[in-house]
């Protein structure tokens, strides 16, 4: 069955860095289209970035400029780099899979348990 593991979530000072991780597992069709999402307490779950088959990518534009999307085929891992932290990324953070590159998380046909992203 298709597993997602994330990691590198943490707290940090605003101004700094962190990357997250999502190592994806027993996805078999292709290479799968995935998103980073994320969820603030309280708020609904919102788009982050993007990145297709062909590893094309799109971002929010509160982290354009900011935050990169990439990905590690060999590892089966694709990372969402975070640069410039301010206190209203503070939100769990999620990564998905599926067959479409969306900004809709009902596009998505798995996900993973979150990571927690604090910035003070």
């Known amino acids: 069955h298709v597993q997602l593991v994330e990691s590198g979530g943490g707290s940090v000072q605003a101004g700094g860095s962190l990357t997250l991780s999502c190592v994806v597992s027993?996805?078999?069709?292709?290479?799968?289209?995935m998103g980073w999402f994320r969820q603030p307490a309280g708020k609904e779950r919102e788009a982050v970035a993007v990145i297709d088959g062909e590893d094309s990518t799109g971002y929010a534009d509160s982290v354009k400029g900011r935050f990169i999307i990439s990905r590690d085929s060999a590892k089966n891992t694709v990372y969402l780099q975070m640069n410039s932290l301010k206190p209203e990324d503070s939100a769990m953070y999620y990564c998905?899979?599926?067959?479409?590159?969306?900004?809709?998380?009902?596009?998505?046909?798995?996900w993973g348990q979150g990571t927690q992203v604090t910035v003070s």
């Open positions: 998905a899979a599926g067959a479409e590159a969306s900004v809709r998380p009902g596009r998505y046909d798995y």
């Open positions: 027993g996805y078999t069709y292709s290479t799968p289209c």
